[in-house]
């Protein structure tokens, strides 16, 4: 018994040294960093979501995903003897990400919704009710929607999430319906993994461009601008001397298919990317653009071509007049937020604006009174006639100018009164379109007249309100 409390005692007493070194060097190093405490690191629930289902992966691996998919659809028969069936018990409230939408061209009561992991969804009655129009797919990831302008029932579906997140799935390519969502066909770019942008050349809607991310978070060969040329069942990569980083968007110029823009995310040189050959060749017109990602582009186009291009950024919308070569930002009223979506409005000439959280912003009526719509000299000084013609209230008129100089367009009544000075200054050479806008004056015949350089030339035009 004695043994045992000797041996209780030089271990309490061992003990009890210890802690007493351990206060007194805590206590007295003062001028040493706080002792810290391991805890077990935090994973945020996106991160959870993605590493749990890619495991032993880095991320989920879709060619496994689509494995499953397949597997299931071949090997595991339904049992024909069960006759209950699924039905929504709800609750129908719930937030999910809507990654793109699609509204009818002549029937806006028909709008399609695709979804970052529902699939694609049909209203008939402006988005008051819904149907799921994508269940039977190998997917549900949807990045991009567009539909034919000439034949609405020919439906682009571009799957796969294009925003980065970790709660999310990857596509299989590119899917076409041709009975507006009732039935689709896969119709290519299977690995692409993602597409966030699909652009349908307007007068000659069997060529489409697809704009392809890839694997989300690393570089891969399948990101880039992808071509079509007969309604999406092949396609070929065009995306030669652009960077390799993500692609926000895609316009094609609604005059000229030979001509489009596309925008990259990211940081470093080459913000906007412009082509006139369809997609053989792509210049860099970032001029002077902040260093900052790209959301969209947009050519504004009134109803006639101008050299206005517009760039929506993480830090404003920014503007240039001459293709390029020069930015100006388009400030004014917009508050210190990222700029993400561009809509126009052609019919009521209107430009918006979807920001990053602070709604959505409206710019009305013609950004530019006078615009120089072609960069190659004209051989001959011209003045055309107006358009439309009658017109009520607002018109373009067209005049070419061979060489710099001083440049008098004006409006007269019948009477020979002048009612409008349109154009009182130095114009370079070029050819230019400027609006006329009757609102303030009576119907009847009017007289414009263009004098420059020895040339003048007057035509007649007619206000019929």
């Given at each position: 018994m004695r043994k045992f409390n000797s041996i209780y005692f030089v271990i309490l007493f061992s003990f009890s040294v210890i802690l007493a070194m351990t206060f007194a060097v805590l206590h007295n190093n003062t001028d040493s960093e706080p002792v810290k405490m391991k805890v077990k690191s935090f994973v945020p629930a996106d991160d959870w979501f993605e590493r749990q289902r890619a495991y032993p992966f880095a991320e989920i691996p879709n060619e496994e995903y689509i494995k499953s998919i397949e597997y299931a659809k071949r090997n595991i028969p339904a049992d024909k003897n069960i006759t209950a069936n699924w039905s929504l018990a709800g609750p129908i409230n719930i937030e999910g990400r809507i990654t793109t939408i699609a509204i009818h061209p002549t029937n806006p009561q028909i709008v399609y919704a695709g979804c970052a992991n529902g699939g694609v969804w049909k209203s008939t009655n402006f988005c008051a009710s819904w149907v799921s129009v994508f269940d039977n797919q190998?997917?549900?990831?949807?990045?991009?929607?567009?539909?034919?302008?000439?034949?609405?029932?020919i439906i682009y579906c571009g799957t796969g999430e294009a925003n980065s997140l970790r709660s999310y799935y990857p596509g299989t390519g590119m899917y076409k319906s041709t009975d507006a969502g009732a039935t689709w066909q896969q119709s290519g770019l299977p690995n692409t993994y993602s597409i966030g942008n699909i652009a349908i050349n307007w007068t000659n809607t069997q060529e489409l461009y697809a704009a392809a991310v890839g694997s989300l978070r690393r570089k891969n060969n399948e990101r880039g601008i992808y071509k079509s040329t007969d309604g999406g069942f092949?396609?070929?990569?065009?995306?030669?001397?652009?960077?390799?980083?993500?692609?926000?968007?895609?316009?094609?110029?609604?005059?000229?298919?030979?001509?489009?823009i596309v925008t990259f995310s990211g940081f470093g040189a080459g913000k906007i990317y412009k082509t006139t050959n369809g997609g053989t060749n792509w210049n860099n017109m970032s001029g002077n653009l902040p260093d900052s990602p790209v959301n969209d582009g947009m050519i504004y186009y009134p109803g006639f071509t101008t050299s206005y291009y517009l760039a929506a950024m993480d830090i404003g919308v920014f503007m240039t007049s001459n293709w390029g070569v020069s930015w100006i930002e388009l400030a004014d009223g917009l508050p210190n937020t990222v700029a993400m979506d561009f809509d126009y409005n052609l019919s009521g000439n209107k430009i918006r604006i979807g920001t990053h959280g602070r709604s959505v912003y409206e710019i009305s009526g013609y950004l530019t009174n006078i615009v120089n719509y072609n960069n190659e000299i004209p051989r001959n000084f011209e003045l055309g006639q107006n358009y439309p013609n009658p017109f009520n209230p607002n018109t373009r008129i067209k005049f070419s100018i061979i060489n710099k100089g001083f440049v008098n367009l004006e409006v007269y009544n019948i009477l020979g009164k002048k009612v409008n000075q349109l154009v009182n200054n130095n114009l370079d050479a070029g050819s230019y379109e400027i609006n006329f806008d009757g609102s303030n004056l009576p119907s009847g015949i009017y007289i414009y007249k263009l004098t420059t350089n020895n040339f003048s030339q007057a035509k007649n035009m007619t206000l019929i309100k």
């Open positions: 190998n997917t549900s990831s949807i990045g991009a929607l567009a539909i034919d302008p000439s034949n609405p029932s092949t396609f070929s990569t065009i995306s030669s001397g652009m960077p390799n980083r993500t692609i926000t968007s895609i316009y094609i110029h609604p005059d000229s298919s030979k001509v489009a």
